[in-house]
């Protein structure tokens, strides 16, 4: 390591949801902070993005973010997966594809940023884990615990809360057994249903025991409560932003900053006196005598580079908060040092990835049933009562998010709508499936429509689309997991190599997945849409209720567990502070060090603990002054 590294107090890798926030809290305490990040750092504006995004001919969750979607993954500096690079044709090539796969059992579809940590491609949702996600072995003798509870983590979801800036309804979210402070409301009121939440929570009101026993609930059901769904996006001016507008751009991309992302975090701990050194990757952690004694890190300029130089951080106390897949990366890449790794004398660094697989169906609703998705964000209602229940002995417990934004997802295979749609009545194709007289009225199928009868016919279409969406718990398996690649970026380091699987457990919450969205469609009298693409390699059978059906999954954008809490050195990676088992001045930071995943999104749930951390690491930090 060189003479002339950076000194400070604590040093962090990345800038996202985590790392800002304890970056926040210890600079305003006057710790001095230095912050590592792979990608750009603040921009002054969000222009540049927003003109990416425009222009983009893929409207990908990545489109909006340096660097160009082109970009061949061994020419680029900080290395990302894009959903470009998750096809049948090109997952399992590295040539190809960031992740290396080539050897994967299946593909593991998730992306993320290496910007900002990130968090600007995010849908802003933010419920809560509930208790009994932190108690497993309960159902599953073979799951672990977490080392802490809800009750631990409560207090720190409402400080969370009040730093991202949620939107929710206290009483909706009573639960599952989830809990609340005497008095506790959130920062916002919540996001206002959309015609399409209300029209499923009318259809789903009055259900009968023979029609949801498949459930295996320890009730029968006879209701299946539509709530809103707590999310980090103004319902009003908050924090000097803007409430949202509804734009429907959440991924990738909120137009007016309603939506939190760690910019704005970031930003704040810029302000109060933390440094952020921007287009740094972090190559290699450093050891003396047991405690990390500095990280090196690369620097490039521009989108992908050159290399422009090599530097290092010395501190009092190291904080890796890089993400579910970067953060094992770097401290597997750190052997040269100790053998199998830095924190991993469990050898369960890397190990337990997990996502939540996510179910995605898309229907048509009756004629009469015009819902007009593109208005709002995203998502504003769930439904979260299928989250917990004595059948998680059995399979997969689920989440029920409702799509706003129609089927701009994919339709066909090829596209995204109102695009495809539109296509296929102007010129008469049907790559959508909807181009056909059962479902217009038309004198006959792929007719090519143009005027007023275009503009009705569209309309029409259009406005009775929606998409529903279920995110699967996934099992740990210590299989699943990251390790490094042969193959390298730009800067000569090791790419992430991935092997990734699912198990009957997940897979039979997709089969009850499956046959809910069954029980909704045929409430909504709507038409159903849903399609495993041919070749998939995600895609699987099941016979269910006497038909085989191919299933598939999709990715959430939720890594997690690749270096899990837990009390037992020889199990876990870190403790329940988040601190390092093996060196007591690390502390790893983020989902990757959840034990199992629940149906919650992660982002509220790791900055709740990244608080709670960042509160640990100012009472044993050594003095400042």
């Not at 009483?171 to 402070?181: H, I, L, V, W, Y």
């Not at 085989?548 to 329940?576: C, F, I, K, N, W």
Request: hydrophobic share 35%; with cysteine; proline share 7%.
């Amino acid at each position: 390591m060189a003479d002339n590294c950076t000194i400070c107090d604590v040093a962090i890798v990345g800038s996202g949801f985590a790392g800002s926030l304890i970056a926040n809290e210890l600079s305003k305490k006057g710790i001095k902070v230095v912050i590592l990040e792979a990608g750009p750092g603040i921009q002054p504006n969000i222009n540049n993005y927003m003109t990416r995004f425009y222009s983009a001919s893929a409207k990908v969750p990545e489109s909006p973010y340096p660097p160009a979607l082109a970009d061949a993954p061994a020419t680029v500096a900080a290395g990302r997966p894009t959903a470009l690079m998750l096809s049948e044709s090109n997952w399992n090539k590295p040539d190809q594809a960031y992740l290396d796969q080539a050897t994967s059992k299946r593909p593991f579809k998730s992306t993320y940023e290496r910007l900002a940590g990130g968090t600007s491609h995010w849908m802003g949702l933010t419920p809560r884990l509930v208790p009994n996600d932190f108690k497993m072995s309960d159902y599953r003798p073979d799951f672990p615990n977490w080392p802490i509870d809800y009750e631990t983590v409560s207090p720190w979801y409402e400080k969370a809360e009040a730093e991202l800036g949620i939107s929710a309804d206290v009483d909706e979210q009573r639960f599952a057994g989830m809990t609340f402070s005497d008095g506790y409301s959130y920062p916002m009121p919540r996001i206002p249903p959309s015609l399409f939440d209300k029209r499923v929570g009318a259809a789903l009101s009055r259900l009968t025991e023979d029609e949801t026993k498949f459930l295996g609930t320890a009730t029968p059901v006879t209701e299946l409560r539509v709530r809103s769904l707590p999310a980090a996006r103004n319902s009003q001016p908050y924090r000097n932003r803007r409430a949202c507008a509804g734009n429907t751009s959440c991924i990738p991309i909120c137009p007016i900053q309603a939506k939190y992302d760690a910019t704005i975090t970031l930003n704040e701990a810029t302000n109060s006196g933390a440094r952020l050194i921007d287009r740094a990757v972090a190559s290699e952690v450093r050891v003396e005598n047991n405690l990390i004694s500095g990280i090196n890190y690369i620097t490039y300029g521009g989108e992908t580079g050159p290399k422009t130089g090599n530097g290092c951080i010395k501190a009092k106390i190291y904080v890796i908060a890089a993400n579910g897949i970067e953060t094992p990366r770097l401290l597997l890449m750190s052997r040269n040092q100790i053998t199998t790794g830095i924190a991993n004398s469990s050898d369960m660094v890397g190990r337990n990835l997990m996502d939540h697989p996510q179910y995605l169906s898309w229907g048509l609703l009756p004629a009469s049933a015009q819902v007009f998705p593109y208005r709002g964000p995203l998502v504003t209602s769930a439904i979260g009562d299928l989250c917990d229940g004595p059948f998680r002995a059995k399979r997969a417990a689920f989440r029920i998010s409702l799509g706003n934004e129609g089927w701009s997802a994919v339709v066909g295979g090829v596209g995204g709508d109102p695009h495809v749609t539109t296509l296929d009545f102007i010129n008469g194709t049907n790559s959508s499936g909807l181009n056909k007289k059962d479902f217009t009225q038309l004198a006959e199928d792929n007719s090519a429509l143009f005027g007023p009868q275009l503009a009705q016919t569209l309309g029409n279409l259009i406005s009775r689309q929606f998409r529903i969406a279920f995110a699967v718990e996934q099992s740990p398996d210590p299989n699943n997991r990251v390790t490094l690649s042969a193959v390298t970026d730009a800067l000569n380091l090791s790419r992430p190599r991935i092997a990734y699987d699912i198990s009957d457990y997940t897979k039979q919450g997709i089969v009850t997945a499956f046959r809910v969205k069954k029980l909704i469609f045929n409430k909504l009298g709507a038409q159903d849409f849903t399609k495993t693409a041919e070749g998939d390699p995600a895609a699987f059978e099941e016979t269910i209720d006497g038909n085989v059906e191919q299933l598939t999954y999709g990715g959430a954008g939720h890594v997690m567990g690749t270096y899990r809490m837990g009390d037992d050195p020889r199990t876990s990676v870190v403790d329940l502070w988040l601190r390092s088992h093996d060196h007591p001045n690390l502390y790893l930071v983020g989902s990757g060090t959840f034990p199992t995943v629940g149906t919650a999104n992660p982002t509220l749930t790791l900055s709740a603990l990244a608080l709670r951390t960042a509160d640990k690491i100012v009472d044993v930090l050594p003095s400042h002054e």
